[in-house]
Every structure is written in C-alpha cells, then in structure tokens.
C-alpha cells in the first residue's frame, strides 16, 4: 500500500471514531520540523537567536507546551493569554513576552519575575514606571510610520527621557508590521530597527539586550495555495539570509551581540492542521456545483477569507468532476466560501481533508451558528498520539448567560 493510501486508512479510521463530526487534525511531527528549521537556519547566521510563538494565532495549550519543550518563548498580549502560558503551559516568566495594547497586572508580573514586557503606549509605559519597583528593564515597542500601534520615532527621545528619570531601564526594542511578508518588507524593517537601536544605545550608553522583530513571514504551504499569493514565497532560508546576515554584520564589531528575536504564528502552525469534514449536501447551480461541509471558513481561520484552501476527497480521492464545485461552510453567509473552484466530485456522505487551517481558526472561530470543533495531535501518518481540545457543546455558549435573573442551563 503506498504512503498516501496508508495516510488516507488512517483518516478513515478517525472519521469512523468521532461518528463524522468535524475535528481539526494537529500535526505534531510538522510543527516540531517547522520550528527546528526556522529556528536552525537563523542560528547559522546569527547563534542568538530565539523564536517566540504568538499565542494568539492558536492558543491550544498542547502547541504552546510543544513549544516550550523546544525551548522556544510564549508571545502573549493580553492577560488570558499570559494565563494560559503560565499555568496550562506552565512556562517560566522568563521565557513569556508580553505584546499586549492595554495595561495589565500581568504585565508587572511577568517584568519582576523576569520577563520581557514590550510597551507601546504612554499609558503602558507610565503603569510600568509607576508600578514597579528596583531597576525593572522594560522593553519598546516601535512602530511603523503608518501604523497604529507603538511609538513613532519622533516620540522616543520623549520615551527613553522618563524611563531614565524613572530610574529604569531599557532592556530592547519591538515591533511588528503586518502586510506584506516579503523579503523586501523584513529588509526594510530589520535595516530600520539596526537603526534606531543604535540611535538608543548612543543616548542610553549602555547596549540593548534584544532586538524583536515580531512575526508576518511565510510559512510552508502546499503548490495550490503557494501560487495564489501572486508572489515569490520565501523560504526560512530566505528570510534568514536576508535578516540574520543584517543583524549579524551590524554587531560582527561588537563584544556582546544582542538577542535577536522572531515571533511567527501563521509561519509555524498554519500547515499543522488539517480540518477532517463531511459532505452535507451537493446543490447544482448554473454550471457548477456547490458542496455544504458540516464546518465553515470560520472554523479554516482568515487564510479563507481571501485564498482558496485546498481540499482533498478521502472517501474517493480519483472522483474527476465535470464541472467545478465551491465548498461551502454550514453557516447562513453567501461569503463562507472554503473553496471557490475544486476541481473533483464529491458526493453527500464523502469525508474531505481541508489544508493550511492551523492560523487565526480555533482562537477566532467562537460559537457562532454551532460550537467550535475538537482538536486531535497526530503524526505524519495521521495516526492519533491524543486529545487536545473537546469538541464544543451548545451549554458552552450559554453557561456563563442569564435568563431572568438564573444561570443558562442546557
């Protein structure tokens, strides 16, 4: 039996033991790969260089003790988030980056147990200021010159005036710009930041301890999605040669070489989950036929707001259709599009494997319509290692509700 015939038994099998529900499949074996290699291309170039996983592009706890048992730091920005690193996942505060836009307790907690704490507000930097005590080292978030979040440079003098008069620190600097993900885009990022942390370290006199550079790159994908994109995919490898090099030579002169920070989410997680789904019903419209799932693009994550996922027949893999099918979701939006063109047959009954849903789906997805799906850790052949996420239940939308001064109970 060749590999593909032995992945889709297994798939089989999996669909026969949750009795056809929908369940997101985690691929343990590709994230551990897809962390080692981001990770190990970087520290051929630059050795101090750590990656931070952003919670908020999937918060499940199991994929954040991965992480932590790869060595790799929590990236958090809000107190739930910081919740879950410290006691689901139970990472040491020194390995916990807090990004969060508003100023929480947890903020002060992470910095006096040793964690960073990147403000990028003058309310979050005065909270930190005035709420903590000793020689606390605080970091700085930077922002892009048309974005909304962090200090713009002609604020830092400003900055770095009230945490020296504070009589605190700078520990480094952050930032992070969405958009694009291109290699020119982390160029011009990576040439910037090198240059305002040289500016800061001429004011301060003292050399910063990191240099963050957030996340938005590109992670590994299948041909069909690749090509959507309309642009070059850079690899890990590219990014690394292009960022890592920068970083390097900037501080090839220096005794002490700051750590260089990453922070990826949808780069890491995104192609490790599969959604497992049913055929509902096939409807013919006009010269196409449109597929219902028992899930929605909401359940995919965002990536299916804009691409096509790819999505593959299990029960009958070689069914060639006649004309195209759009894959729809349960939900009652003309918009829940899952994908817009598939080219096989499918049939009510048949079970699908929907790639790439890893980013931006379980931590969004909520109640809506029906509760959110299980979660399942399998390896490369999709056989099950264990239970990382329940399938919802209609009590979890309502249990914290009240009706006529007494609690939802279903």
Known sequence: MEYRELQFAQLKK?????????????????FIRNFTDLQNEFRKIYPNTRIAYSYKTNFIPEIGKLVDNLGGYAEVVSSMEYEIAGEAVLCDS?????????????????LELGGKVNVESMECLNYVL????????TGIRIGAPDSRFGFQESELFDVLARIVAAKKKVAGIHCHVGGSRSLETWKKKTQRMLRIAKDIENILRYPLEYIDLGGHLYGRMDDDLRKQFGEDVPTFQDYAETVATMVRDAYKDRGSMPQLILEPGTALVADTVDILATVQNVKNRKEKKVATLNVSSYDCGMVADYKDLTVE??????QKGNVPTVICGYTCMEEDYISRNYPGALKTGDNVLIRNCGAYSASMKGDFIFPPIGMLMVNDNYEVLGLMKEHGRSRDAVERCVVGGKRCVI
């Open 130 to 137: 005035e709420n903590t005590s000793g020689e606390v080292k």
């Open 94 to 110: 020194e390995r916990i980056i807090y990004n969060g836009l508003l100023p929480e307790e947890c903020m002060l907690a992470n």
């Open 313 to 318: 027949n299990i029960t009958d893999p070689d």
């Open 14 to 30: 999996i669909a026969e033991s949750t009795g056809r529900n929908p369940v997101y499949l985690f691929n343990a074996d590709r």
